[in-house]
């Protein structure tokens, strides 16, 4: 059963520095997310994106976020400079989104846990 | 601001009685509603949904029930298997928003004792 992926399962690094959190969401969906649970905390959206462009985002999702599909199979979220708190687990989704509305189902990777000291 | 709420951090339940898990919501726009299994270290998996315009929808040993003028969904699991042991997480979203995220509830903590 074809799945979402998310490289790497844990990434260290230390504040201020740029890390970059790669998806591969199943093939043929259309839509394609990233959410975030901090410890001890909810899932959080953070961006959605479609057709080459982002959808929506939410209030989490300032100028230090960027996503990006470079090459039509990855999905990336880049975080500029990483702050304390940004350590958690990021999830990445994807969404058939051929039913013709949102009314689909999202399908998450097993997550990416970033620790930033 | 607590959309969606799951009031109950962890339920235990025998094997092979039922669970029941609840979740309410606050934002009267919400109109399709999803719950999802995690066990740890893996992303959520989906289970079942349900759109507004139901007030019930069945899957196997897993069925929703909505009632929107209460502002309530359960899930309920017949019967409980070890394997249900996991968080489950409510989620709601608006379907004329465009490609809105969904909105999670915090999650509560099943466990089936043998």
């Known amino acids: 059963e074809p799945e979402v992926t998310q490289t790497p399962s844990h990434q260290v690094t230390q504040m201020g520095q740029e890390v970059i959190l790669r998806c591969v969401p199943i093939?043929?969906?259309?839509?394609f997310y990233w959410y975030r649970q901090i410890l001890g905390q909810k899932v959080e959206f953070l961006v959605s994106?479609?057709?080459?462009?982002?959808?929506?985002k939410s209030e989490i999702f300032d100028d230090q976020f960027s996503v990006e599909r470079p090459d039509g199979s990855n999905f990336t979220l880049k975080i500029r400079s990483t702050k304390l708190e940004d350590s958690a687990m990021y999830f990445c989704?994807?969404?058939?989104?051929?039913?013709?509305?949102?009314?689909?189902?999202?399908?998450f990777g097993p997550g990416t846990r970033l620790t930033v000291l | 601001d607590q959309q969606v709420k799951q009031n109950s951090p962890s339920l235990s339940v025998q094997e092979g009685r039922i669970s029941i898990l609840n979740c309410d919501y606050t934002?009267?726009?919400?109109?399709?509603f999803l719950w999802y299994k995690k066990y740890p270290a893996e992303g959520p998996t989906f289970l079942i949904s349900?759109?507004?315009?139901?007030d019930k929808n069945e899957d196997g040993r897993f069925t929703v029930f909505l009632n929107k003028s209460a502002k309530h969904l359960s899930l309920h699991i017949v019967p409980s298997q070890p394997g249900d042991s996991a968080v489950y997480f409510c989620?709601?979203?608006?379907?004329?928003?465009?490609?809105?995220?969904?909105?999670f509830g915090k999650g509560t903590h099943l466990i089936i004792q043998p």
């Open positions: 989704a994807s969404m058939p989104g051929t039913s013709g509305g949102w009314t689909d189902t999202q399908y």
């Open positions: 934002n009267s726009m919400f109109d399709y």
């Open positions: 994106f479609y057709n080459n462009e982002i959808s929506e």
């Open positions: 989620a709601a979203m608006y379907s004329g928003g465009g490609a809105d995220g969904l909105t």
């Open positions: 349900i759109s507004s315009i139901k």
């Open positions: 093939s043929n969906h259309l839509y």
